[in-house]
């Protein structure tokens, strides 16, 4: 159920987030920013993500792409594309696997009400998508790739301007690394789960087979 892997997908990807996140920049959240984000711009919400994914800051990311941060309109279907190009050509991001619209996830107060005991955190449903790129991983991918445990969720937030957004997700929380509540270089992000169990709005989700490293085990 997932779409196919490897690196040609990530084109694929490139136009999902882009058209996604596109016009939302009018919309973005101020912040203080946060150690992946130290410049705290309001526009890079992608960019951020990524950059967390393979362990460095968005700035970091910039000067090893030479793509540079998005500053007052988001990201463009061409920047991601260089952005995409350049990781995979730089040997750091090998493919991607991407969901089914609209099904990343299934919260159990949506799909099967609250259980005892239990936090109302997202938790995988039998997309594929985890089964199509570990198949991917162990057949075709390069030595010293693995499918990366963070994903990149696209969905909308629950307020009044509907602004489109890109999150972490470990499987058990979602975060945002783009700002951060309190101090401004602290770095554990912060968890946004609530929104996603008050919106059923997801869009897709983005697994990437990534360089083995800190951020794929």
């Known amino acids: 159920m997932a779409t196919s892997t490897g690196s040609g997908n990530m084109e694929h990807a490139a136009n999902e987030i882009a058209t996604y996140l596109y016009g939302s920049s009018a919309t973005a959240r101020p912040g203080p920013g946060s150690y992946y984000n130290p410049n705290a711009l309001q526009f890079n919400c992608a960019f951020v993500s990524i950059a967390f994914i393979l362990g460095m800051t968005a700035p970091q990311l910039s000067k090893l792409t030479d793509v540079p941060e998005p500053t007052n309109a988001g990201m463009g279907v061409t920047a991601i594309k260089r952005l995409l190009e350049a990781l995979h050509e730089k040997g750091l991001i090998w493919g991607c696997a991407v969901s089914k619209l609209h099904q990343p996830y299934v919260y159990h107060s ?19 998508l985890y089964s199509s790129l ?7 991918a390069p030595s010293g790739f693995s499918p990366s445990i963070y994903h990149l969720v696209l969905y909308e937030r629950p307020d009044s301007n509907r602004t489109h957004h890109c999150i972490v997700s470990d499987e058990y929380k979602l975060t945002d ?35 083995t490293g800190p951020r794929s085990r």
């Open 110 to 128: 949506y799909a099967q009400g609250p259980r005892a005991g239990e936090d109302h955190y997202p938790q995988s449903c039998s997309d594929g």
């Open 134 to 140: 570990n198949n991917y991983y162990y057949t075709h």
């Open 177 to 211: 690394y783009q700002h951060v509540v309190g101090e401004h270089k602290q770095g554990r992000g912060t968890d946004v789960t609530w929104e996603l169990e008050h919106t059923p709005q997801f869009h897709r989700t983005f697994r990437f087979l990534t360089k």
